[in-house]
């Protein structure tokens, strides 16, 4: 799991939301989108493929655990970026 701003940082930018628009916009399935959440964990209102329940699904089927209904536990699941 990564955060918007992660991906951005990763690409040498500071700028989260143009990461969330790109991945908004993305149509490929075969890009893992819905690994990507905001600062505080919580999956995307809108996800580009069928809302929050369908990218929280993804993400169960993963095995990622949420400590709320739409929020993923980060303590454990964010990506560490040596």
């Known amino acids: 799991m990564a955060t ?9 930018s500071r700028d989260a939301r143009k990461v969330g628009w790109a991945l908004h916009a ?7 989108c819905h690994r990507v959440v905001n600062k505080e964990g919580m999956v995307a209102e809108n996800f580009a493929f069928d809302g929050w329940r ?3 699904a993804r993400l169960v089927s993963e095995g990622v655990k949420f400590i709320s209904e739409k929020q993923v536990d980060l303590a454990i ?3 560490q970026v040596l």
């Open 4 to 12: 918007y701003g992660q991906v951005a940082a990763l690409v040498g």
């Open 26 to 32: 993305n149509t490929s399935t075969k890009i893992p």
């Open 54 to 56: 369908e990218q929280k």
């Open 77 to 79: 699941h964010r990506l």
